[in-house]
């Protein structure tokens, strides 16, 4: 039992450039989240979903595309980097939004130049 | 609108010291609150929880207590390791069912 998993761990983008972060869960959780953490700001909401094949935006959506093609992936999609965009990612899931706990991936550090 | 605020870190203690770490809300009704807690290179995890007024939340030592009268959720631990080092985050969950963060206090124990 893996819980959640995020690839890469680490990338450099150059501005302008387009990457995707890949997360995925093995616990048949429906509620999937995309958090940015910027250092003195805590974790800031980008996108989450409900359920396999539904999104909606999060406190900091701009610059950034998200996918729930399968239950248990989720995945986060930056069209042209911006070095605002220089945080460290992290991916989150749990059962329901009333379940306590959301299971953390071990995040992804990205760098735009 | 809701909100957390923690103190500043970073947090400096020895070990075998007492610990509290600060933690306010601002919230509409009484949401429940969390604590995490994050290890260097590693995602965040739940420490403890409390979802209503006057609960105590504990695990490993750490507990907190949920005062409706202060808008407080703070941490504490009675006796802190070296193994504590770590990040702290206090939390609340909104409305909406989403969580409110706060900033995270970064906890340092030196040996």
């Known amino acids: 039992n893996a819980g959640v998993t995020q690839t890469p761990k680490f990338r450099v983008l150059k501005t302008g450039q387009s990457m995707t972060l890949l997360c995925a869960q093995d616990m048949n959780h429906e509620y999937m989240y995309w958090y940015r953490q910027d250092p003195g700001m805590g974790l800031r909401l980008i996108h989450y979903?409900?359920?396999?094949?539904?999104?909606a935006k999060g406190e900091v959506p701009d610059g950034y595309n998200v996918s729930r093609l399968k239950k248990q992936n989720f995945l986060l999609g930056l069209e042209s980097a911006a070095p605002s965009q220089t945080s460290v990612y992290f991916c989150?899931?749990?059962?329901?939004?009333?379940?306590?706990?959301?299971?953390f991936g071990p995040g992804t550090r990205l760098t735009v130049l | 609108g809701n909100s957390v605020t923690q103190m500043e870190g970073p947090v400096t203690l020895s070990e075998e010291a007492f610990l509290t770490i600060n933690c306010t809300y601002t919230a509409t009704g009484y949401p429940s609150l969390f604590w995490y807690v994050q290890y260097p290179g590693e995602g965040l995890q739940l420490l403890l929880k409390a979802t209503k007024a006057d609960d105590k939340g504990s695990n490993k030592g750490f507990e907190a207590t949920y005062r409706k009268e202060t808008t407080s959720f703070h941490l504490e631990k009675g006796s802190v390791q070296v193994s504590d080092s770590a990040v702290y985050f206090c939390a609340l969950r909104g409305i909406n069912y989403q969580l409110i963060w706060g900033a995270g206090t970064k906890l340092i124990i030196k040996p």
């Open positions: 989150a899931s749990t059962v329901g939004p009333t379940y306590n706990e959301q299971f």
């Open positions: 979903s409900v359920g396999e094949g539904t999104t």
